[in-house]
């Protein structure tokens, strides 16, 4: 089940991406909402409940205004991010099937300009993703507002960046072997992380508060 709850994601990403313009934001806004549903899911299995496919869109019907206003700044963020990297340099040329010295040079030579506003867009986009990583989940679980789960997440990948460090390395291997043979394997990454993702949220939030009591 979750290999189907992986492929639609997957699914409505790809069929999104083919609206001009409009479909990468749309999907950008809405995916909070599907996490969430997803989210959801992981609490189902973990209290013995049966997941199925109504998960995916679950967080519809859980304050999806405060999940949608979490995509939006995560949207506004990678905007931000995006200018920073290509506002003022040249795009990436497309090498061709079968390139020339000449086209490897002038890729090569556009990254290299390209070095410093992509050190800069990673270093903008640390913190927003720190923002929005539990965000959806402090919404559905605890109620919270869009700002004060941000304002949460933040303060909990700060106060474990170590762990949060190690995690987002092995998370980004994980995700470019995945996506390298035709996006086919990100059916399987993609369960691991969401369950992940979960598992440290109960770990921070949940267990945490549990511990104190």
């Known amino acids: 089940m979750w290999v189907a709850l992986s492929v639609a994601l997957v699914f409505i990403w790809l069929l999104l991406l083919r609206i001009p313009k409009l479909g990468p934001l749309l999907f950008n806004l809405l995916f909070p909402v599907f996490f969430a549903g997803l989210m959801l899911g992981c609490r189902a299995l973990e209290q013995g409940k049966k997941l199925d496919m109504s998960y995916l869109f679950a967080g519809f019907r859980e304050n999806a205004s405060a999940l949608v206003t979490v995509g939006g700044i995560y949207l ?56 929005t990583w539990f965000a959806p989940l402090l919404i559905i679980f605890r109620k919270m507002p869009a700002l004060a789960a941000l304002k949460a997440s933040f303060t909990a990948c700060i106060q474990n960046i170590g762990a949060f460090t190690l995690y987002g390395t092995v998370i980004v291997v994980l995700w470019i072997a995945a996506t390298l043979p035709m996006l086919i394997g990100l059916v399987v990454v993609l369960p691991v992380i969401f369950c992940s993702i979960y598992a440290s949220y109960m770990d921070i939030f949940e267990r945490g508060d549990e511990a104190t009591a």
């Open 76 to 131: 506004v963020g990678m905007l931000i991010v995006l200018a920073v990297i290509f506002g003022s340099s040249d795009a990436l040329p497309k090498l061709p099937e079968k390139p020339t010295p000449e086209d490897v040079a002038m890729f090569q030579n556009t990254l290299k300009k390209m070095t410093g506003p992509i050190l800069s867009g990673i270093v903008l986009y640390i913190p927003l993703m720190m923002l």
